[in-house]
């Protein structure tokens, strides 16, 4: 009796730490979110863009620049933050490995083939953009790729990650080959390959919003399952859990999370390495607990990124993923050390 009062203390204390943890991100994510939309080539007060917001009577160049330009590029920023820290926590969760992140099963190097192609066909296939593109390729490479993890003979798990090697690999080689000999989708398509968010708009917006959403909250429904595969196959299966249908939602919708953000961003890399494993450190590996607080810092990570390409070479913008990979890989490096001092 008293293990139960002293157990249920202990879990009411943690749950408490959690909302408090959730609570103060969301308002930093609200107030970077408000100063965010002051920064760039015209400096904004954040006096002057609360008024921009809220006073619709007025008819200034404020108003134009943060309704018009600002505010859709800031929420389509903290969407496909939260979006690719989603498809993280799916990710690392159904590999049981902290190093995993979004493209480990291939979708970068379906997203990258199918942006060329989109390049290369714009005048033949003008309704074809190389959003459009992005998200078919990204998925249809995850789809190859789970389906032939299937059939393989290492299991399901290391199934996935040598087949996501190889289609990554062959991918990028048919990107390369397809560049070399159509040299004029050079600019364009390198330019969408380091990722930003500099053509961002309200339509935009409303594309990733019919995506993201629905994936997020799938991967979300999923956190008993990821608690479960966190055991171990073994241990999952032993609990009821029907594998193959666990791990085809997990990809599916973890991919569906990355597609969305990558349709609209181009390839920003780390964002879903970093959140879960800072959301880890915060809140513990409780899918259910760790996934919101991952998808705020993963929000947080993208908007302080973006305001960086904004404001550091004013009025040129610099892509976002640059600074999401000088950021990611010095991280990347710490959690292999951490890992081999823990083995």
Same mark, same amino acid.
């Given at each position: ?8 203390? &202990? ?23 408000? %100063? ?14 609360? &008024? ?22 800031? %929420? ?8 690719? &820290? ?65 059939? &393989? ?13 190889? /289609? ?14 159509n040299d004029e989708v050079l600019h364009g398509v390198y330019a969408w390959l380091l990722g930003s968010f500099a053509n961002s708009s309200w339509s935009e917006l409303g594309q990733t919003l019919w995506l993201a959403p629905p994936a997020i909250l799938c991967v979300f429904l999923m956190s008993r399952s990821l608690d479960a595969l966190a055991a171990g196959e073994e241990t999952a299966q032993s609990l009821g859990l029907n594998l193959r249908k666990a791990r085809l939602i997990i990809v599916i919708s973890s991919s569906l999370a990355t597609a969305a953000a990558v349709s609209v961003s ?14 880890? /450190? ?7 607990? /760790? ?53």
């Amino acid at each position: 009796m008293l293990r139960r009062y002293i157990r249920k203390v &202990s879990e009411n204390k943690i749950n408490s730490r959690n909302a408090i943890a959730f609570s103060l991100l969301f308002l930093v994510l609200l107030a970077v979110m408000i %100063l965010s939309l002051g920064v760039g080539a015209v400096q904004l007060t954040p006096n002057e863009t609360v &008024s921009a917001l809220i006073n619709q009577a007025q008819k200034n160049s404020h108003r134009t620049i943060v309704w018009e330009f600002r505010f859709p590029r800031i %929420l389509l920023v903290v969407l496909c933050g939260a979006a690719l &820290s989603a498809a993280g926590v799916g990710f690392q969760g159904l590999f049981r490995n902290p190093l995993a992140d979004p493209y480990v099963v291939g979708a970068s190097g379906g997203a990258a083939l199918g942006a060329t192609l989109a390049v290369m066909l714009r005048f033949s296939l003008p309704h074809i953009t190389i959003g459009i593109g992005a998200f078919f390729g990204s998925l249809l490479a995850v789809l190859v790729v789970f389906a032939i993890s299937e059939y &393989s003979n290492y299991g399901s798990i290391a199934g996935l990650l040598l087949a996501g090697s190889a /289609m990554s690999a062959m991918l990028s080689a048919v990107v390369s080959l397809l560049l070399l000999l159509n040299d004029e989708v050079l600019h364009g398509v390198y330019a969408w390959l380091l990722g930003s968010f500099a053509n961002s708009s309200w339509s935009e917006l409303g594309q990733t919003l019919w995506l993201a959403p629905p994936a997020i909250l799938c991967v979300f429904l999923m956190s008993r399952s990821l608690d479960a595969l966190a055991a171990g196959e073994e241990t999952a299966q032993s609990l009821g859990l029907n594998l193959r249908k666990a791990r085809l939602i997990i990809v599916i919708s973890s991919s569906l999370a990355t597609a969305a953000a990558v349709s609209v961003s181009g390839i920003i890399g780390f964002v879903g390495l970093i959140a879960p494993h800072l959301a880890r /450190m915060l809140v513990g590996a409780n899918h259910k607990t /760790m996934m919101p607080i991952a998808m705020l810092l993963g929000s947080l990570l993208m908007l302080f990124a973006d305001d960086l390409a904004r404001t550091l070479m004013a009025p040129v913008e610099i892509p976002v993923g640059i600074f999401t990979a000088l950021l990611g890989g010095p991280f990347f490096l710490y959690l292999m050390k951490t890992g081999e001092k823990r083995t």
